[in-house]
C-alpha cells in the first residue's frame, strides 16, 4: 500500500464576490489633525507697512539711492559710494525725508469687553481698545486728524516718547502744549518721525487712557539685529471693569483694601481669558505665529494703569535690539521687566519643537496692583495670557508648555539698566559730560506724599495728593485747562509746578529721589514705592539708579559718563534714587511724570519749560493751539468741567 506524498505547504485561494463582513471603523480614513495654519491669523494685529516696499523716498530715490532693509536689517537706503543711511545713523542729526501718512481717529464712549465682560463708560478710538496701529517710515511726516465724540470730556492725543523735536505743540497734553479737545471738534496732529522703532499714543487727558484711548504706533527703520517676520506690536495692559475716574477715588481716598485702586485683569492687544465663578478660565488668548527655524520681531509695549510685567516666553529666549526709541548693541535674555510706558523690541527665534508656547506677562513683584489671598496669590489674574503657535502645531486652545522661571527668571520690580548698564547699550553713543550745565540742586525732586489733605486743589473733597517735590513749599501740578503754558511760557500760574532750564548746551542733570531730601520735613512723606518716570520733549540718558537714597556727595562717583542707558521711560527703584540727564536742544514745555496713572493724576508730575525765550522762534504757528483754546472755552463755559485730578 502506499501513502499519498505530504505536501510542503498549503495554498489557500478565497474569491469572494463581496466581503465576509464589514465594518465602517475599520475602513473609515480619519482627517490628520488640525495644526496652526497662517489663516488662522488673517487679519491680526499686524503691521500692514513693508520697509522696502513702501518706505518712500522720493527725493532720495530721484539721486540713486535704493531700499537695501532686505539685505541687512541694519541698512535702510543705499546708494553705491555714498554713504548709507542706516543703524548708525544719529537721527536726532541725520533723517530721511519720506512722504505724508495720514490717519483719522475718534475718540468716543464704546462698548468694551475685551474678556468678555463689560467695561463701565469704556470709551476707545474708532471704537476700538487698542486703538488702530498708526504707522509711518522713518522721515515720513504724519498727520493725524483727531475728532472727540464723547459728550463728558475733552481730549488730547500724546505721541509716547516722540521728542517732537521744534514741534513742542504736537506734544498732545492738556493745560501743557494745548487745551483739551473740546466735544464736536477736531484737532489735527503733524510731525515728522525723526525716530524710529515702536511705541504708543495715548490720550493725556486726566484718567481716559485707561478707559480706553490708547494704541500702537510703528515707525520702520533700520534695526540692529537681523529678522525674517515682523509679528508686530505686544500691547500688554492692566484692565479695570470701572471707569478709572471712579477707581481713582480709591487713590486719593481710603478705599479699604481697595487702596490702592485693584485691576481687574491683564490682556494683550485687547483679548483677556476671564476666571468663571467655577473657577475656569475662559480660553480667550492673544496668539501669534512662529514659522520654524524663523528670526520673529516683537514690539513690546506695556500701557498699563498702574502694573509693571516681567514677559518672558516658554522655552525661548529672546534678543533684545532696542529700548523704546532707541537702538542698542544686540544682548539675549530669558524675561524683560516691561515698565509702564516702556517698549522693548526683541528678536525671537523659532528653534523649538513646533507647538504652543506660552507668553507671560507675571506681574512684578511690589510694582503692580492686582487682588490676593491671604496666601499671596493672584486671586483674579493669571501670567499665562497670550501665547505661540508654530506654524503646523497641533490646534489646541492654549498651551501645555511649561514656565520659564525654573531656569531663573523671578518677578523682581528692576530695570534693565538697573541689573547691569551694560544691558542697555545705544548704537549711536552719547558721552555725558560729567560737569552739569545746570544747578543740580534746582534739578533734584522728591516723590513725595503729603501728610495732610490738600485744601486748595479739589476743595469740594480734598485729599492727600503725590508729587514731586524741590522744596518743602512745593505743590502737587494741577494744570489749567484753558491755559497751556506754550501760550505763555513766562508766568508761573498756581500749582502749575514749572521749572525753568535756560541753558542751551550740554547736560541738564535731573535727580529723582524715593526718600527725603527735606529733613526734617514738616509737609511730605516718603512711601517706598516704584515710579516709572517719563519724561516728554527728550531721551534721556541713565547715569545710576540705585535702592540707596542720594547722598550728593557719594552717589556721583556711581555715574556713567561713556554712552549710558538712553530712553524716555525709566524705573524710580522704591526708596532709592534715579539720576537722568538730557539735552536741552528742544525749546518747549514738556511734561515729566510718574506714569503710573493715579499717581500722576494725583500730581506727581513737573513741566520743565527749556529754553522758554525761543518757543516763539523754534516751533511753528501757534494760531491752532489758539483756536482750539478757544473752543474748548466756549464749550467748557456752557457747562464747566468740574476737575477732579491733576488734569495729566
Given at each position: 500500500?502506499?501513502?499519498?506524498?505530504?505536501?510542503?505547504?498549503?495554498?489557500?485561494?478565497?474569491?469572494?464576490?463581496?466581503?465576509?463582513?464589514?465594518?465602517?471603523?475599520?475602513?473609515?480614513?480619519?482627517?490628520?489633525p488640525?495644526?496652526?495654519?497662517?489663516?488662522?491669523?488673517?487679519?491680526?494685529?499686524?503691521?500692514?507697512?513693508?520697509?522696502?516696499?513702501?518706505?518712500?523716498?522720493?527725493?532720495?530715490?530721484?539721486?540713486?539711492?535704493?531700499?537695501?532693509?532686505?539685505?541687512?536689517?541694519?541698512?535702510?537706503?543705499?546708494?553705491?559710494?555714498?554713504?548709507?543711511?542706516?543703524?548708525?545713523?544719529?537721527y536726532?542729526?541725520?533723517?530721511?525725508?519720506?512722504?505724508?501718512?495720514?490717519?483719522?481717529?475718534?475718540?468716543?464712549?464704546?462698548?468694551?469687553?475685551?474678556?468678555?465682560?463689560?467695561?463701565?463708560?469704556?470709551?476707545?478710538?474708532?471704537?476700538?481698545?487698542?486703538?488702530?496701529?498708526?504707522?509711518?517710515?522713518?522721515?515720513?511726516?504724519?498727520?493725524?486728524?483727531?475728532?472727540?465724540?464723547?459728550?463728558?470730556?475733552?481730549?488730547?492725543?500724546?505721541?509716547?516718547?516722540?521728542?517732537?523735536?521744534?514741534?513742542?505743540?504736537?506734544?498732545?497734553?492738556?493745560?501743557?502744549?494745548?487745551?483739551?479737545?473740546a466735544?464736536?471738534?477736531?484737532?489735527?496732529?503733524?510731525?515728522?518721525?525723526?525716530?524710529?522703532g515702536?511705541?504708543?499714543?495715548?490720550?493725556?487727558?486726566?484718567?481716559?487712557y485707561?478707559?480706553?484711548?490708547?494704541?500702537?504706533?510703528?515707525?520702520?527703520?533700520?534695526?540692529?539685529?537681523?529678522?525674517?517676520?515682523?509679528?508686530g506690536?505686544?500691547?500688554?495692559?492692566?484692565?479695570?471693569?470701572?471707569?478709572?475716574?471712579?477707581?481713582?477715588?480709591?487713590?486719593?481716598?481710603?478705599?479699604?483694601?481697595?487702596t490702592?485702586?485693584?485691576a481687574?485683569?491683564?490682556?494683550?492687544?485687547?483679548?483677556g481669558a476671564?476666571?468663571?465663578?467655577?473657577?475656569?478660565?475662559?480660553?480667550?488668548?492673544?496668539?501669534?505665529?512662529?514659522?520654524?527655524?524663523?528670526?520673529?520681531?516683537?514690539?513690546?509695549?506695556?500701557?498699563?494703569?498702574?502694573?509693571?510685567?516681567?514677559?518672558?516666553?516658554?522655552?525661548?529666549?529672546?534678543?533684545?535690539?532696542?529700548?523704546?526709541?532707541?537702538?542698542?548693541?544686540?544682548?539675549?535674555?530669558t524675561?524683560?521687566?516691561?515698565?509702564?510706558?516702556?517698549?522693548?523690541?526683541?528678536?525671537?527665534?523659532?528653534?523649538?519643537?513646533?507647538?504652543?508656547?506660552?507668553?507671560?506677562?507675571?506681574?512684578?513683584?511690589?510694582c503692580?496692583?492686582?487682588?490676593?489671598?491671604?496666601?499671596?496669590?493672584?486671586?483674579?489674574?493669571?501670567?499665562?495670557?497670550?501665547?505661540?503657535?508654530?506654524?503646523?502645531?497641533?490646534?489646541?486652545?492654549?498651551?501645555d508648555?511649561?514656565?520659564?522661571?525654573?531656569?531663573?527668571?523671578?518677578?523682581?520690580?528692576?530695570?534693565?539698566?538697573?541689573?547691569?548698564?551694560?544691558?542697555?547699550?545705544?548704537?549711536?553713543?552719547?558721552e555725558?559730560?560729567?560737569?552739569?550745565?545746570?544747578?543740580?540742586?534746582?534739578?533734584?525732586?522728591?516723590?513725595?506724599?503729603e501728610?495732610?489733605a490738600?485744601?486748595?486743589?479739589?476743595?469740594?473733597?480734598?485729599?492727600?495728593?503725590?508729587?514731586?517735590?524741590?522744596?518743602p513749599?512745593?505743590?502737587?501740578?494741577w494744570?489749567?485747562?484753558?491755559?497751556?503754558?506754550?501760550l505763555?511760557?513766562?508766568?508761573?500760574?498756581?500749582?502749575?509746578?514749572?521749572?525753568r532750564?535756560?541753558?542751551?548746551?550740554?547736560?541738564?542733570?535731573?535727580?529723582?529721589?524715593?526718600?527725603?531730601?527735606f529733613?526734617?520735613?514738616?509737609?511730605?512723606?516718603?512711601?517706598?514705592?516704584?515710579?516709572?518716570i517719563?519724561?516728554?520733549?527728550?531721551?534721556?540718558?541713565i547715569?545710576?539708579?540705585?535702592?540707596?537714597?542720594y547722598?550728593?556727595?557719594?552717589?556721583?562717583?556711581?555715574?556713567?559718563?561713556?554712552?549710558?542707558?538712553?530712553?524716555?521711560?525709566?524705573?524710580?527703584?522704591?526708596?532709592?534714587?534715579?539720576?537722568?540727564?538730557?539735552?536741552?536742544?528742544?525749546?518747549?514745555?514738556?511734561?515729566?511724570?510718574?506714569?503710573?496713572?493715579?499717581?500722576?493724576?494725583?500730581?506727581?508730575?513737573l513741566?520743565?519749560?527749556?529754553?522758554?525765550?525761543?518757543?516763539?522762534?523754534?516751533?511753528?504757528?501757534?494760531?491752532?493751539?489758539?483756536?482750539?483754546?478757544?473752543?474748548?472755552?466756549?464749550?467748557?463755559?456752557?457747562?464747566?468741567?468740574?476737575?477732579?485730578?491733576?488734569?495729566?
Amino acid at each position: 500500500m502506499s501513502r499519498l506524498p505530504q505536501p510542503c505547504c498549503f495554498h489557500l485561494v478565497f474569491s469572494f464576490r463581496r466581503p465576509l463582513f464589514t465594518s465602517t471603523a475599520s475602513v473609515r480614513a480619519y482627517p490628520p489633525p488640525a495644526t496652526y495654519s497662517a489663516a488662522d491669523f488673517a487679519g491680526a494685529y499686524s503691521p500692514r507697512i513693508d520697509p522696502v516696499r513702501d518706505c518712500v523716498y522720493p527725493a532720495l530715490r530721484s539721486h540713486g539711492y535704493k531700499p537695501c532693509n532686505n539685505v541687512s536689517r541694519t541698512c535702510w537706503q543705499r546708494r553705491v559710494k555714498f554713504k548709507d543711511y542706516d543703524i548708525n545713523d544719529d537721527y536726532e542729526v541725520t533723517t530721511p525725508f519720506g512722504i505724508t501718512r495720514e490717519y483719522w481717529l475718534t475718540v468716543d464712549q464704546a462698548d468694551l469687553r475685551p474678556d468678555g465682560q463689560p467695561k463701565i463708560n469704556g470709551v476707545a478710538l474708532n471704537g476700538t481698545y487698542p486703538g488702530p496701529i498708526i504707522e509711518a517710515c522713518w522721515g515720513d511726516k504724519i498727520v493725524v486728524h483727531v475728532r472727540n465724540k464723547y459728550r463728558d470730556n475733552g481730549t488730547t492725543i500724546h505721541w509716547h516718547g516722540l521728542r517732537q523735536l521744534y514741534s513742542n505743540d504736537m506734544d498732545g497734553v492738556n493745560g501743557v502744549t494745548q487745551c483739551p479737545i473740546a466735544y464736536g471738534e477736531e484737532y489735527t496732529y503733524e510731525f515728522r518721525a525723526r525716530q524710529y522703532g515702536h511705541t504708543w499714543y495715548h490720550s493725556h487727558y486726566s484718567l481716559q487712557y485707561p478707559d480706553g484711548v490708547a494704541g500702537p504706533l510703528i515707525i520702520h527703520g533700520p534695526t540692529s539685529a537681523e529678522w525674517d517676520i515682523d509679528n508686530g506690536p505686544i500691547m500688554v495692559a492692566d484692565w479695570l471693569y470701572n471707569t478709572s475716574f471712579a477707581a481713582f477715588n480709591c487713590e486719593a481716598y481710603d478705599c479699604g483694601n481697595e487702596t490702592p485702586p485693584k485691576a481687574d485683569n491683564i490682556v494683550v492687544n485687547g483679548i483677556g481669558a476671564f476666571k468663571q465663578s467655577n473657577g475656569r478660565w475662559t480660553n480667550n488668548y492673544f496668539k501669534t505665529m512662529f514659522k520654524p527655524g524663523k528670526k520673529h520681531l516683537l514690539r513690546l509695549i506695556n500701557g498699563s494703569a498702574a502694573s509693571s510685567f516681567v514677559f518672558s516666553i516658554d522655552n525661548h529666549t529672546m534678543t533684545v535690539i532696542a529700548s523704546d526709541l532707541v537702538a542698542i548693541k544686540p544682548y539675549t535674555t530669558t524675561s524683560l521687566l516691561l515698565g509702564i510706558g516702556q517698549r522693548y523690541t526683541v528678536v525671537v527665534e523659532a528653534n523649538q519643537e513646533p507647538s504652543l508656547y506660552w507668553m507671560r506677562t507675571t506681574p512684578a513683584a511690589g510694582c503692580s496692583a492686582f487682588r490676593k489671598n491671604q496666601k499671596g496669590e493672584f486671586t483674579q489674574v493669571k501670567e499665562t495670557t497670550s501665547f505661540i503657535a508654530y506654524e503646523g502645531a497641533p490646534k489646541l486652545p492654549y498651551p501645555d508648555s511649561t514656565s520659564v522661571k525654573h531656569k531663573g527668571v523671578n518677578d523682581t520690580c528692576i530695570d534693565e539698566s538697573h541689573i547691569s548698564q551694560d544691558r542697555l547699550v545705544p548704537i549711536v553713543p552719547w558721552e555725558v559730560s560729567a560737569k552739569p550745565s545746570n544747578d543740580v540742586s534746582r534739578g533734584s525732586f522728591t516723590a513725595g506724599y503729603e501728610k495732610n489733605a490738600n485744601p486748595d486743589l479739589y476743595p469740594q473733597l480734598p485729599f492727600k495728593h503725590w508729587l514731586l517735590a524741590n522744596s518743602p513749599t512745593s505743590q502737587p501740578l494741577w494744570v489749567n485747562f484753558s491755559m497751556p503754558t506754550i501760550l505763555d511760557p513766562f508766568t508761573n500760574p498756581p500749582f502749575s509746578s514749572i521749572t525753568r532750564f535756560e541753558q542751551s548746551y550740554g547736560f541738564v542733570y535731573l535727580i529723582v529721589d524715593g526718600s527725603f531730601l527735606f529733613n526734617p520735613d514738616p509737609n511730605f512723606t516718603a512711601i517706598p514705592t516704584g515710579h516709572p518716570i517719563h519724561l516728554h520733549g527728550s531721551d534721556f540718558v541713565i547715569l545710576n539708579q540705585d535702592w540707596k537714597p542720594y547722598d550728593p556727595v557719594n552717589s556721583p562717583r556711581d555715574f556713567k559718563f561713556d554712552n549710558p542707558a538712553r530712553r524716555d521711560t525709566a524705573l524710580l527703584p522704591s526708596g532709592g534714587y534715579l539720576a537722568l540727564a538730557f539735552k536741552p536742544d528742544n525749546p518747549g514745555a514738556w511734561l515729566m511724570h510718574c506714569h503710573i496713572a493715579w499717581h500722576a493724576s494725583s500730581g506727581l508730575a513737573l513741566q520743565l519749560v527749556v529754553r522758554p525765550r525761543e518757543i516763539p522762534d523754534y516751533n511753528r504757528d501757534l494760531l491752532p493751539v489758539q483756536l482750539g483754546c478757544e473752543s474748548w472755552r466756549r464749550w467748557n463755559n456752557r457747562d464747566p468741567i468740574v476737575q477732579t485730578d491733576s488734569g495729566i
